[in-house]
C-alpha cells in the first residue's frame, strides 16, 4: 500500500452555513451567533502514518501556514497533551478546499485529526471530551467533531442535531480570500440581529448578517452572487468567499454550473446529514 491509497483515507468534508445571524457580542470580543450547520460531499482527505517517537509533523506544506501553526499539528499535540499519549504521526493532507471560503476546511482537518488520532493512538476519548478538546482550535471544529448537521447557537459550539433536506448545491469559488477576523470587526456589520427559532429557518428565513460586508469589500463574491441570482438567489455560507445555490436534482444544478461565465470556478455536491467522517470511523 503507498502512503496515500485511497482505502486508508480519513475524509474532512466541507460544510455550509445555511443561515448566520449575529444576535449580540460577548465581554471577550467574541459575537454571539446563531446559524445552521450542513456537510457537503466536497472535501479535503487525510492520511496518518503513525510514529513511536512523539513527533507530530506535517508532511505537505500549506502556503501561508508554518507547521506549528497548522489545525492538523496542533489538534494532534492538544491530543497527546490530553491524554499524555506517547506516539507521533506524519500526517498527509489533500486540499480540496479553499482557505478563506466559508466552507470550514481547517476546522475539519482539524476535526479529523482529533477523530482519526483518538482512534488509532488508542486514547479513547468520547465524543463530548474530544468537542472540549476542539473548541479551543475554532468554534467550528466540534461541529465536524459530533458529525451531525446542527443548529449552533453561542459561537458555534452549542449544538442541536436537526434533520434537513439534503439538496444538491452548485457553489461557486470566488477568486479571493476572506478573513473572517475581518469580518467580524468590520464597523458595519450587524451585531444584534433579533433572535430566531429553528422553525423560523425552515419557515424560509436563511439571513447572513455578513452578507452586506463581504457584498460590499469583495467584488469578486459581489459577482458571484449576482450571477447566482439567476438561479434562485445566491446566498453567501459563513463570512464567505464562497456563494451557494440550491437545487432540487443534480442534473439541474450541473446545468447552472455549466453556464457559468468562464472565470467562475466551482462544483456541484449533495447536502449531508451525516459526516462522511462518521462513516469512515465505523469501518474501523
Same mark, same amino acid.
Given at each position: *500500500? ?6 486508508? #483515507? ?8 445555511? *443561515? $448566520? ?40 506544506? /500549506? ?9 492538523? !499539528? ?22 480540496? $478546499? ?8 481547517? @476546522? ?8 482519526? /488520532? ?9 465524543? +463530548?471530551?474530544?468537542? #472540549? ?5 475554532? #468554534? ?18 452549542? =449544538? ?5 433536506? +439534503?439538496?444538491?448545491?452548485?457553489? /461557486? !469559488? ?23 427559532? =429553528? #422553525?423560523?429557518? $425552515? ?19 459581489? @459577482?458571484?452572487?449576482?450571477? $447566482? ?6 446566498? =453567501? ?16 444544478? =450541473? ?8 472565470? *467562475? ?6 447536502? /449531508? ?12
Amino acid at each position: *500500500m503507498t502512503d496515500r491509497d485511497p482505502a486508508l #483515507a480519513w475524509p474532512a468534508p466541507a460544510k455550509l452555513n445555511l *443561515m $448566520l445571524r449575529v444576535v449580540g457580542r460577548r465581554p471577550d470580543g467574541y459575537h454571539e451567533l446563531q446559524t445552521v450547520f450542513q456537510f457537503i460531499e466536497q472535501g479535503d482527505r487525510l492520511w496518518f502514518d503513525l510514529r513511536e517517537d512523539g513527533a507530530v509533523r506535517r508532511l505537505d506544506a /500549506l502556503a501561508g501556514v508554518a507547521e506549528d501553526d497548522d489545525l492538523t !499539528v496542533r489538534a494532534a499535540r492538544a491530543l497527546q497533551r490530553a491524554t499524555g499519549c506517547r506516539l507521533g504521526v506524519d500526517i498527509r493532507c489533500e486540499k480540496n $478546499l479553499p482557505m478563506g471560503g466559508g466552507l470550514g476546511g481547517g @476546522s475539519s482537518d482539524a476535526a479529523t485529526t482529533l477523530v482519526a /488520532l483518538n482512534r488509532l493512538w488508542g486514547t479513547g476519548l468520547d465524543e +463530548e471530551a474530544l468537542s #472540549a478538546l476542539a473548541l479551543p482550535l475554532g #468554534a467550528d471544529v466540534p461541529v465536524f467533531v459530533r458529525g451531525r448537521a446542527a443548529w449552533g447557537e453561542g459561537v458555534g459550539e452549542r =449544538l442541536e442535531p436537526v434533520e434537513l433536506p +439534503e439538496p444538491w448545491y452548485l457553489v /461557486l !469559488v470566488p477568486p479571493c480570500s476572506v478573513s473572517t477576523r475581518d469580518v467580524f470587526c468590520h464597523p458595519e456589520l450587524t451585531r444584534d440581529s433579533r433572535p430566531i427559532t =429553528l #422553525a423560523d429557518f $425552515l419557515s424560509g428565513d436563511v439571513t447572513n448578517d455578513c452578507l452586506p460586508v463581504v457584498r460590499r469589500d469583495y467584488p469578486e463574491v459581489e @459577482s458571484a452572487l449576482d450571477w $447566482l441570482s439567476a438561479w434562485g438567489g445566491g446566498r =453567501l455560507t459563513g463570512t464567505g468567499a464562497c456563494v451557494f445555490a440550491v437545487f432540487d436534482d443534480e442534473a439541474c444544478a =450541473l446545468d447552472a454550473l455549466s453556464r457559468a461565465p468562464a472565470r *467562475m470556478q466551482g462544483f456541484v455536491t449533495r447536502g /449531508l446529514n451525516r459526516s462522511p467522517l462518521l462513516d469512515r470511523l465505523d469501518q474501523g
